[in-house]
């Protein structure tokens, strides 16, 4: 039987700081006041260390949320003021039901919207239930009748051929049943790998599919899974748009979320919580929890009359090989040894690689391997006519794919390759854009990019950031 994780009363605490709690009588859970040398005063509950934790620090949780490290020879007293057991489980609530709301489908995959901290290691885990998450966002009865489903509980880096299948069939299930959106908890690392796939494998929805996650885990103050979860799950239960979707946080506050396309959307940052940009073109809408502004109307509308086109088919035998100076031939030699089908470049410029490349390339291609061009700036399109190399490739039989995304291409000729293993089927479905993967244009302000440090940008940023 695994045992209690709170039945030792210095859980983690070793060396001087286990002497220290031992001294004053104090054991994890406790809540306590700590005054230290300075004369500063710290109140909170005494946490578990990781197992990977020094020995010299006390850890309590402030009654502001954060957490706080005190050097053991700084401590001169601690008192406890009461004992605080510790909850490694949020009981699941029963939704309520209402008639007059819509009905939504979360079908919870894992990542940090769904997650808590293990404080044996210190690692933030999957472990909520999507029932679970009710219990923590009870707002959501507000707004629609919530069904939850677990489908499976791992990181987003765990995501996988048989993850993705299975996923777009619950989707398609859901959607027969009659739901009026769907709402996917996933971590935010390869969220838009899977909804660039999703985009191919769910077409034609009558209602909104929206991904969801969040960039800080629920015990943290700073934690935006709550409000990511009632803005998906608002655009769910009432957007206008029927597409596969990420709601994510707009700017840095609480302001408001965004609802990107989900062949067109990126991580662009490790830790900001407004880390997700749509690329070459702009945001589908604005989501507060209670309003939408629309911003554009280029857009798939929800209507239940449709019927959605369900075509789960992935060919995991592809990769991106995000060039780089001075790339050795081998690369691609080796790739084709193994047994790949599909070869992403991630070029340089408007799609370039080094000259040594092109006979291993030539070769692949003899051999059956489809091999396509991004450009690695992300925004703009690959033009390989433009320079002798470029047009040299496209002799070779290396196509290009405008202006999609490197991992938006990954996605999608594993898809295609899924249907297909015919060079000229491949190419035909890679170049036929399906939701946006591929657009005409980019706007006049799909490509902004802020540089701190410059004058007029500094002063912007005075009047606006939030």
Not at 232 to 238: D, E, H, L, P, W
Not at 326 to 350: C, F, H, Q, S, W
Not at 409 to 438: P, Y
Request: hydrophobic share 35%.
């Amino acid at each position: 039987m695994e045992k209690d994780p709170s039945s030792d009363k210095l859980r983690g605490y070793k060396g001087p700081a286990r002497g220290k709690l031992t001294e004053w009588g104090v054991s994890v859970w406790s809540d306590v006041r700590i005054l230290n040398d300075a004369g500063s005063v710290f109140e909170g509950v005494i946490l578990p260390r990781s197992e990977t934790a020094d020995d010299m620090h006390l850890v309590i949780k402030m009654k502001n949320g954060y957490n706080v490290g005190i050097h053991v020879n700084r401590v001169r007293s601690i008192k406890e003021l009461g004992h605080k057991e510790a909850i490694y489980k949020i009981p699941e609530k029963e939704f309520p039901h209402n008639d007059e709301l819509p009905n939504v489908t979360l079908l919870g995959t894992g990542g940090t919207i769904a997650s808590r901290l293990d404080y044996r290691t210190g690692a933030v885990i999957p472990a909520f239930t999507p029932g679970e998450l009710y219990g923590a966002v009870p707002e959501l009865a507000d707004i629609c009748n919530l069904t939850t489903k677990k489908l499976f509980g791992v990181f987003s880096e765990n995501m996988a051929r048989e993850q993705y299948i299975a996923l777009a069939e619950s989707i398609g299930k859901e959607i027969s049943d009659g739901v009026n959106g769907v709402v996917i908890g996933h971590g935010t690392d390869t969220m838009g790998h899977t909804a660039a796939i999703l985009s191919f494998m769910v077409q034609n929805s009558p209602v909104p599919v929206v991904v969801v996650g969040s960039q800080r885990s629920s015990d943290r103050p700073s934690s935006d899974a709550a409000l990511n979860l009632i803005h998906a799950v608002q655009a769910a239960a009432f957007g206008k748009i029927a597409e596969v979707q990420i709601c994510m946080f707009g700017p840095t506050s609480d302001s408001y979320g965004l609802l990107h396309r989900g062949t067109r959307c990126r991580k662009m940052h490790s830790s900001y919580r407004s880390t997700f940009r749509t690329v070459g073109d702009i945001p589908l809408c604005m989501v507060s929890r209670d309003s939408f502004q629309y911003l554009t109307d280029d857009y798939l509308p929800r209507d239940p009359q449709r019927q959605v086109v369900l075509d789960p088919l992935y060919d995991d035998r592809v990769t991106i090989l995000y060039y780089y100076p001075g790339m050795n031939p081998d690369l691609v030699d080796a790739l084709v040894e193994k047994g790949y089908r599909g070869i992403v470049i991630a070029g340089t410029g408007l799609g370039h690689v080094n000259k040594p490349l092109y006979p291993a390339l030539e070769k692949a291609i003899k051999q059956g391997v489809h091999v396509v061009m991004t450009v690695q700036t992300l925004w703009g399109y690959a033009q390989m006519y433009v320079y002798d190399t470029g047009r040299d490739l496209l002799d070779i039989g290396v196509v290009p794919l405008d202006n999609m995304l490197p991992e938006t291409a990954f996605m999608k000729l594993c898809w295609v390759l899924g249907h297909t293993d015919k060079h000229d089927e491949v190419m035909q479905m890679m170049r036929h854009s399906i939701n946006h993967e591929i657009t005409k244009r980019e706007p006049h302000n799909g490509y902004l990019i802020l540089q701190g440090g410059l004058p007029e940008i500094e002063e912007f940023t005075k009047l606006h950031w939030k």
